[in-house]
């Protein structure tokens, strides 16, 4: 199953980010993800972010019903 990650849902990040990454797993999708965190959001504790970037990826399911308000 595909699994998603909307910036705005990465703790400590824009709440406004309109940046959303897909892949198969967490690995890949922090792996896309991480280039865009440091260069636009240039946050101070980058292992931290990255780690909260990981627990925010979700199961493509949940992250449409996310965007749906369905959750």
């Given at each position: 199953?595909?699994?998603?990650?909307?910036?705005?849902?990465?703790?400590?990040?824009?709440?406004?980010?309109?940046?959303?990454?897909?892949?198969?797993?967490?690995?890949?999708?922090?792996?896309?993800?991480?280039?865009?965190?440091?260069?636009?959001?240039?946050?101070?504790?980058?292992?931290?972010?990255?780690?909260?970037?990981?627990?925010?990826?979700?199961?493509?399911?949940?992250?449409?019903?996310?965007?749906?308000?369905m959750?």
């Open positions: 199953m595909m699994k998603a990650l909307k910036c705005k849902d990465i703790e400590g990040l824009n709440p406004r980010c309109p940046f959303e990454w897909r892949g198969d797993s967490e690995d890949e999708i922090v792996f896309k993800a991480a280039e865009h965190i440091i260069l636009w959001h240039r946050p101070r504790n980058v292992p931290e972010v990255l780690w909260a970037a990981r627990n925010a990826v979700r199961a493509e399911e949940t992250a449409l019903a996310r965007a749906a308000g959750d």
